[in-house]
């Protein structure tokens, strides 16, 4: 049996809401987006949702990782090599970068389930993330949001089994961008959504639910990425289904049209509350579209993935439309700072990426950085290498307003790590209050800044909230 | 080394935003000071010291920086480099030269030029990724909220710090901040990094000061009492304080093992001090390293400004001169400035700062935080 065995979610905390947008250019706009922080893009925000998605998991047991998203920070330099270091696979994983439009997640999970299929991946990681940016004052400005969605394929412990998979691919002008403009640009909406995505998403889901021998209507949930919640309910429509019973609640109230994760966290939704045997579509769109029918399995109800509300919880309002601009860098923040070097990152790569401290064999004491001699008894070469937990709590901190850094203040916190070590990180994502002595944190992976016309990425701490 | 070396001579230039004055303009300033208190001569230099931290604009800044500015050429120079010890550390190693038998003359120099650098504060070293986003204050309020944390401080007790060193330094006519703060201004001045104020940090300042230290047994020949060095010390920790997992971060080691070294050079106890000139980039760094150097036990430092002990009139004057608050920190200055101070108030020259009957005083400086440590205890006989 091939399929999921396990499914998260990444929402940023940052949220705008889109009064404030209405406020900025005039109309009326409900509800909240997601807001990828000044230090996240679609490359840290996979990271999470793989770092969520393993959660306990070895990531030794994975062999493959595909990294699916049209906003990655690199058009030259692969982004899935960087999740799969942070995430600490294996050197010899199969990893690859799809992109293209926000069919990319489906394709980088149709991908990942072919692989362990055919045997050439034992098991395989998928992350989907996007930091889409919209012109200002557009309509899409209004209506994207930032997130992502990691998904684990496996032949042990599935929790949703392939059935069946289908594709419509021709070419349609409805979103793009080139390779010199930085927002994404759209056509005349509704002929999109309705000639392009309502008719592709339909035949697409229609010919997988053929191949599945599923009528329409014995489909519990429909995870359809979309443009809008109105062409979602017309492709529904047009694929036999009933969009009141069976299409998965979208995110556009509280997060936006998230890109390539999008049908994934739709698809995680759908698992929280499947039952055994249900069967579920997902399908993405773009030039085409993309659809694939699964049915959970008995595992589900053991395993299932966290709910969308909890992943959802603890926001944290943007004060204003500025500080939007100012996260996404539309406005200028950053000042530049020295770059690690190629040879520094080389050199230091299992302690500043894989992020691994040493571990005294003489006492025991586990340290970073990594050392030749120990800071307790002073033996030499006697380090073991220390995987560092991604958890730990504030020793001491400070809230510093004069750090070179895009948002101030900026807490920073000399970090007490679970079962060892001690780091000192730049406190992302946290409410005013909630960097304190004792503070439980936990570590995520981001845009650390620029220097020298390239991203330096590191670990930061965050608070570690309750339903976090 | 103790009573075998002489302080003869000291100069000082007034310390703040000197944009008129170069680096090499500030080391002749102070230079020539020492030179006519000591009533020496350039000729007469046989080695000198330049205590300076920065590199200059375009690269290193080595002792010709020094030798350019003075014309002294021909005899060794060396530049001294200790993080904020950098001063007090150049002056350790005259005295150890002298003490050696090496030299009978030699000068030393603490300069820094922080404001021809355009940016704020002063520049962030170290690895590009790891323990990015520290600042000077960040690092030092580190430790104080978590020593605030475990002894039960609140900002007030570190505002008396910056009241108590600014009062004094308004009668210093070389300080940079000659004012008097209350103790509400301190509190209610925008936070630099949390918990300190732009009151509770020291500003950034130009300024240099010079010594001129002979053989103990020629000091007679020089124009002024002579003061003599009783002991130094000098200890170098970590400079990653915050990836050890052993750090209680409720004091600096370094201070305590140069303090030990220095005490036991000089045959004394913390008991014995007079007065001191102590490291204070920022309020708490007082308070915990009075504790460091034996003035009270640990958790006390706070109490002992609130008791108004380390005031001038205590019974532990600890920065008479307005210490780095008030008067400035030029990092390489800043140690040569402490020992002019010292050397000033063990001749009774101080006017109204003037400790009373002092017979003993001891400059200190931390840098780091925590990282390196140097103390020295000057005294009358």
């Known amino acids: ?468 | 080394m103790k009573d075998q070396v002489a302080v003869i001579g000291v100069g000082c230039t007034k310390f703040g935003d000197r944009f008129e004055r170069g680096f090499e303009d500030l080391i002749c300033d102070a230079a020539f000071a020492a030179y006519e208190d000591a009533g020496i001569e350039a000729a007469d230099i046989q080695a000198a010291y330049l205590g300076t931290y920065l590199p200059g604009p375009g690269g290193g800044k080595a002792a010709v920086s020094l030798a350019d500015a003075l014309r002294l050429y021909d005899r060794p120079i060396t530049r001294v480099e200790n993080y904020c010890a950098t001063g007090t550390d150049a002056f350790r190693n005259g005295c150890l030269a002298i003490a050696a038998g090496v030299h009978d003359v030699v000068l030393v120099v603490g300069a820094e030029k922080l404001k021809d650098r355009g940016g704020r504060g002063i520049p962030r070293l170290g690895h590009p990724l790891l323990a990015r986003g520290n600042t000077a204050p960040g690092l030092f309020a580190l430790a104080a909220n978590r020593y605030m944390h475990t002894f039960g401080l609140g900002r007030e007790t570190l505002a008396k710090v910056a009241v108590k060193n600014h009062k004094n330094g308004a009668q210093n006519p070389k300080a940079h901040l000659q004012m008097e703060v209350t103790e509400e201004q301190v509190l209610k001045a925008p936070i630099i990094a949390w918990p300190f104020g732009l009151l509770d940090c020291c500003p950034t300042t130009d300024g240099a000061a010079a010594a001129i230290i002979c053989r103990a047994d020629l000091a007679k020949r020089f124009k002024k009492p002579a003061v003599l060095v009783k002991g130094a010390g000098l200890a170098v920790a970590t400079g990653r304080p915050y990836f050890d997992p052993t750090f209680d971060y409720l004091g600096f080691r370094s201070t305590q093992a140069a303090a030990r070294q220095a005490y036991a050079m000089a045959g004394i106890t913390a008991r014995d001090v007079d007065f001191a000139e102590v490291h204070d980039c920022f309020t708490w760094t007082e308070i915990s390293n009075v504790e460091d150097l034996g003035f009270c036990a640990k958790g006390e430092g706070g109490r002992l400004v609130e008791d108004g002990r380390t005031a001038l009139g205590g019974d532990i004057p600890v920065n008479p001169s307005g210490g780095l608050k008030s008067f400035g920190h030029p990092i390489g200055a800043s140690g040569v400035r402490m020992i002019y101070e010292c050397v000033v108030q063990l001749r009774g020259e101080a006017g109204s700062r003037q400790v009373k009957d002092a017979e003993l005083g001891l400059a200190h400086n931390v840098g780091g935080p925590g990282a390196v440590s140097c103390v020295v205890v000057l005294g009358r006989s």
């Not at chain 1, 396990?6 to 409900?30: H, S």
């Not at chain 1, 989907?128 to 394929?153: C, F, I, K, Y």
């Not at chain 1, 991604?390 to 809230?399: A, L, P, S, W």
Request: charged share 25%; hydrophobic share 45%.
């Open chain 1, 1 to 468: 049996m091939v399929g999921i065995t396990r499914i998260a979610t990444y929402f940023p905390r940052r949220r705008l809401d889109r009064a404030l947008i209405a406020k900025a250019w005039g109309g009326r706009a409900a509800g909240t987006r997601t807001v990828a922080g000044f230090d996240e893009d679609a490359l840290t925000m996979a990271s999470d949702a793989v770092r969520a998605c393993l959660e306990s998991t070895d990531p030794a047991g994975f062999d493959a990782l595909h990294f699916a998203s049209t906003s990655a920070p690199y058009a030259e330099k692969q982004v899935a090599s960087v999740i799969a270091t942070a995430a600490d696979l294996p050197r010899q994983a199969r990893v690859a970068d799809f992109g293209g439009s926000v069919r990319a997640g489906l394709a980088a999970l149709s991908a990942a389930l072919d692989a362990v299929g055919a045997g050439s991946a034992r098991a395989a990681l998928v992350a989907a993330a996007d930091a889409r940016l919209a012109e200002p004052e557009s309509e899409l400005e209004t209506v994207l949001g930032d997130g992502a969605a990691a998904v684990a394929v496996g032949r042990e412990g599935v929790v949703a089994e392939l059935v069946s998979a289908a594709s419509v691919s021709e070419e349609f002008t409805c979103l793009w961008r080139t390779d010199q403009q930085r927002y994404v640009q759209v056509s005349e909406p509704r002929f999109g959504a309705t000639y392009g995505y309502a008719r592709d998403v339909a035949e697409a889901v229609t010919a997988a639910l053929r191949k599945a021998e599923v009528p329409p209507g014995r489909v519990t949930r429909l995870a359809l990425g979309a443009p809008d919640a109105r062409a979602a309910a017309e492709a529904a429509k047009r694929a036999g289904c009933d969009p009141a019973r069976q299409l998965e609640a979208s995110l556009v109230a509280e997060a936006g049209i998230l890109g390539s994760g999008e049908p994934l966290a739709l698809l995680s939704r759908s698992l929280e509350t499947a039952s055994p045997g249900d069967f579920l579509v997902v399908a993405a769109w773009g030039e085409g579209a993309d659809a694939l029918v699964f049915r959970a399995t008995e595992r589900l109800p053991a395993a299932r993935p966290r709910p969308l509300a909890d992943r959802l919880a603890h926001g944290l309002a943007l004060p204003s439309y500025e500080r939007y601009l100012r996260a996404r860098g539309v406005l200028p923040a950053e000042p530049m700072g020295e770059p690690v070097t190629a040879m520094i990152e080389w050199k230091e790569l299992k302690q500043d990426v894989r992020l691994y401290g040493s571990r005294c064999e003489a006492c025991g004491l586990v340290q970073y950085p990594q050392a030749r001699v120990c800071l307790g008894c002073r033996a030499q070469d006697r380090m073991a290498d220390h995987k560092l937990a991604k958890r730990g709590q504030v020793f001491t901190f400070t809230i510093d307003n004069l750090a070179p850094v895009a948002e101030h203040p900026m807490p920073m916190a000399v970090v007490d790590v679970d079962g060892g070590g001690r780091l000192y990180l730049q406190v992302t994502d946290a409410a005013d209050g909630e960097v304190k002595v004792g503070a439980p944190v936990e570590l995520t992976f981001r845009r650390l800044h620029e220097a020298a016309g390239n991203r330096n990425y590191f670990w930061k701490a965050r608070p570690a909230l309750a339903s976090s």
